[in-house]
């Protein structure tokens, strides 16, 4: 059975619903899965200001917050983020970059990694968020795993990318594309670190 957790950072629902669409759709094929959100940086005056955002956070109180101890269990990490200026948004950076004393022991070289995304436009940097991310993976040594072009789903325009599952704000609430992404990139997540755990 392979571990896998999921972490994600969400102001307004977005990439949590995808962050849930990939657990269950995980906890469906077999594995073990966490659903971890990261800690929220932003002021309490912030958050109040925009209702969206407020609700949410109050929707997700009981969603478990990430710790380096969810990355040392698992076979395999999906990440979700929002992007913000075409990179990820600060509180998973600094949740990763917490991450040192794991990588110092090679505690995360190996294991699956792969990224998915919402952005509020269609050209709002949801490959460079995506890419952005890997840069850490290398670092870590983990085994970055995209969609790519493995299912002829993905040539649907709006599928997302090969990068990973990829959502517009602009265009609605998460639908059945972006769940169907979901499900492909899960797939092959899961499949990746079966064959390199031995399950």
Request: charged residues 15%; proline residues 4%.
């Amino acid at each position: 059975m392979v571990n896998l957790a999921v972490i994600h950072y969400s102001q307004t629902g977005n990439v949590y619903e995808m962050a849930k669409t990939a657990a269950d759709e995980a906890a469906e094929a077999g594995a073990e899965v966490r659903l971890r959100k990261v800690a929220e940086l932003a002021p309490a005056e912030a958050i109040a200001s925009n209702p969206d955002w407020a609700a949410h956070v109050e929707a997700v109180a009981d969603v478990p917050e990430a710790s380096l101890d969810d990355l040392e269990w698992a076979d395999a990490v999906m990440w979700g983020t929002p992007t913000r200026f075409g990179v990820p948004c600060a509180q998973l950076r600094q949740f990763v970059d917490q991450t040192g004393p794991l990588w110092q022991q090679g505690k995360l070289a190996n294991k699956v990694m792969s990224t998915f995304v919402s952005t509020q436009t269609s050209h709002g940097g949801q490959e460079s968020t995506i890419l952005a991310m890997n840069n850490t993976f290398y670092h870590w040594g983990a085994i970055i795993v995209g969609i790519g072009y493995t299912d002829p789903a993905v040539f649907n325009l709006e599928l997302g990318n090969p990068y990973g599952a990829s959502h517009i704000g602009n265009a609605g609430a998460v639908g059945e594309h972006q769940r169907l992404a979901l499900s492909i990139q899960v797939g092959r997540v899961l499949d990746i670190a079966a064959k390199l755990t031995g399950e």
